[in-house]
């Protein structure tokens, strides 16, 4: 918002805006400084945890901005002491990340759109208590339900006992620590994420509409794609975002249920800040990862935009 | 043609037609014959019925009993995309998504028609809606008449033997409706189609359709033109629900082939054609308020003649109203044109007024 738009507010408008706008100021861009300027730092001497920034250098005040921290997350020294691009521990954390992250959101739309679709076209006066089946999970301890899998994924859990007492399986299925449990620990938190806003949208939708489609000679299933997907977009979107931004950075769930081949960048900033006590690369990996989310979320916001300041023409 | 059933006639038919929800009866025993090119309207008071009728005729609803015939094919178990009908819904239910092109093209990319040949439809149907000029605009952008066409344009690109409309006018306000009217009845009649429309507004029912059925609680009451609903109602549903009437209920006195005189509270109605019926049998006499004669003066008439007190005067520009309290407490709703601009000037309230009528214009209905 530009300040000539700002100062024609009135006074209630500009506290309700406002408010959480200092929120985000001082409890995501100031940490995010914070942060910022620790990646740019050398490590610490032992008793700090990082180098200060200001520095006095043959007794004049400098300030010292180091790269390095960026630059070993994309480059590292091979078994011959050569510099070598791209095949870092770390961009493989990322990859792994963005790989569970966009496995666990696909999943989560298969599962979660037909149950907000359902819910949608469900009768008026039962939509309250099949949206309240959604959170209920949220009543209890997230860190609870995720180590329930853990009994259920178990090579003596609930699943592979099961399956042994009817003759399907010989020996049990590994499942635990694996990508499946992973996946299903993931999708399990994060599909109600998905199924709020897709519902949201849903809702809101005519389904008039989709009678107008069938009248119009579509078949039921061209009539979902041509009218009930595009129409659900923002609610796609939303939901999308919601389950890929937290589950690029999930440090619990990949802790409890996930393997240890299948490293997550949560878990690199992890060991690099309470491990190596390596802050400002920790710093630097998190100003990345935020990156991450935050370029294609601006290209989405920038281009979405414009296509609807067309539409309003 | 592929007749089945050859006793029966008309493009559209629908036979013994029975739709129930739970225990409600919808549509109750409904039997009617469109044919073909013609603008039918099914017009009666919200939850009478007629939309639900239209809905099975579209296809959205299945008939608990009961068949329908268009063009001799007993169409009751095809999906609403199989279905050579199209409908314009109430709310216009234009994709939002879509612009007015896309919209029009909708229907005609389900059929697999080639793109040049969809092009060529489209921009015939925005000729003939006027709206060649808004073509890329999304419906949102449009005015309630412009998307009423688009609405129309894209029902009518498929060419459908059978357009449903319903309540075509219903989101539109009045003014803009009174000219909408006569636009879609010619575009209706350029494109040649058979339309059935629902509609609560007995206007729009009079002005657009050819025929018309009454309904009430899931029946038919009455068919005909609106010359005839309005004319000759056959009962007194009908004639209460069409326009204003004035009702006096009595018994027959007098019943010969060409004449026939029925007692009332009011004295005895004199009516210019027999009924056929039993001396005695309870009757009603219907009259409509602008066939009604009013005045100061006594007037030169032998029957029909009865008198009261002005009540209530309404002026309604072109006519006035007026409310006119007999000896025994009723009232009488009678109806002048003013077709000159002194006309009935002198009566006032609380006027003594005589009012007559001929003995050709009241209704007897029996039931």
């Known amino acids: 918002m530009n300040l000539e738009k700002w100062s024609h507010l009135r006074l209630g408008k500009r506290f309700v805006i406002g408010v959480p706008f200092v929120w985000l100021l001082i409890f995501f861009v100031v940490p995010f400084l914070i942060l910022l300027r620790i990646s740019v730092t050398d490590m610490g001497n032992g008793v700090d945890p990082f180098a200060p920034l200001l520095q006095a250098i043959d007794g004049s005040w400098r300030i010292t901005l180091k790269y390095q921290n960026y630059l070993s997350i994309f480059e590292q020294a091979d078994k011959d002491g050569a510099m070598v691009w791209w095949d870092t521990i770390y961009l493989e954390a990322y990859i792994t990340s963005v790989k569970y992250a966009l496995w666990t959101t696909v999943l989560c739309l298969f599962l979660g759109y037909p149950f907000a679709y359902f819910i949608a076209r469900a009768k008026k006066s039962i939509q309250p208590a099949l949206l309240m089946l959604v959170m209920l999970p949220f009543w209890t301890s997230f860190l609870l339900r995720v180590y329930a899998w853990k009994g259920i994924l178990a090579d003596q859990g609930v699943v592979n006992n099961f399956l042994l007492w009817l003759g399907i399986l010989q020996e049990p299925l590994l499942m635990l620590y694996t990508d499946i449990s992973m996946l299903v620990g993931m999708t399990y938190v994060y599909c109600p994420f998905m199924i709020l806003p897709l519902y949201a949208t849903l809702v809101k939708m005519d389904f008039r509409l989709l009678e107008a489609a069938h009248d119009l000679g579509a078949s039921p299933w061209n009539a979902f794609w041509l009218i009930t997907v595009p129409l659900s977009k923002a609610g796609i979107i939303a939901g999308s975002m919601l389950v890929f931004i937290p589950c690029l950075g999930e440090f619990v769930i990949p802790s409890l249920l996930g393997g240890a081949e299948n490293i997550m960048i949560g878990r690199v900033v992890w060991d690099e800040m309470f491990s190596s006590n390596n802050w400002p690369r920790a710093a630097a990996l998190a100003v990345v990862m935020v990156l991450f989310i935050l370029v294609p979320m601006a290209i989405y916001a920038h281009y979405g935009a414009e296509r609807d300041a067309m539409a309003e023409d | ?367």
């Open chain 2, 1 to 367: 043609m592929n007749q089945l059933d050859p006793n029966s006639s008309g493009f559209l038919l629908t036979e013994s037609l029975v739709k129930r929800f739970d225990d409600v009866v919808a549509v109750d025993d409904v039997s009617i014959s469109i044919q073909k090119g013609e603008i039918f309207a099914l017009l009666g008071s919200s939850g009478c019925g007629k939309s639900t009728l239209l809905r099975i005729l579209a296809g959205f609803e299945k008939p608990t009993a009961g068949r329908v015939l268009l063009d001799g094919v007993d169409i009751a178990s095809f999906h609403p995309y199989e279905r050579p009908i199209n409908m314009m819904f109430q709310s216009y239910a234009l994709f939002p998504h879509l612009n007015v092109w896309e919209n029009i093209a909708f229907g005609l990319k389900r059929e697999g028609m080639p793109g040049d040949q969809i092009r060529t439809r489209v921009d015939e149907m925005l000729n003939l809606v006027q709206l060649t000029a808004y073509a890329k605009r999304k419906p949102h952008q449009l005015s309630g008449g412009q998307q009423q066409r688009v609405a129309l344009a894209r029902s009518l690109a498929k060419k459908p033997q059978l357009l449903l409309l319903d309540e075509p006018l219903g989101a539109l306000d009045k003014k803009l409706r009174q000219r909408t009217q006569f636009e879609l009845v010619n575009i209706i009649e350029s494109v040649g189609v058979t339309v059935v429309m629902v509609t609560h507004d007995q206007e729009e029912a009079m002005t657009m359709a050819s025929r018309i059925a009454v309904m009430s609680h899931g029946r038919v009451l009455q068919v005909g033109t609106p010359k005839e609903i309005y004319e000759c109602p056959i009962n007194r549903f009908v004639a209460d629900f069409i326009g204003n009437i004035n009702l006096f209920d009595g018994q027959l006195s007098v019943d010969e082939p060409d004449r026939c005189e029925i007692t009332t509270g009011l004295g005895v109605m004199h009516i210019a054609h027999g009924i056929g019926g039993a001396i005695g049998m309870p009757l009603a006499v219907a009259v409509r308020p602008e066939k009604i004669y009013i005045s100061k003066k006594l007037p030169d008439v032998g029957v029909n003649l009865f008198s009261g007190k002005v009540r209530e005067i309404a002026y309604f520009g072109s006519y006035s109203s007026f409310i006119v309290e007999m000896a025994d407490g009723r009232t009488v709703v009678i109806t002048e044109a003013n077709s000159s601009r002194l006309a009935n000037i002198d009566i006032t309230w609380e006027d003594r007024v005589f009012f007559w009528w001929d003995e050709i214009d009241p209704v007897v209905l029996t039931q």
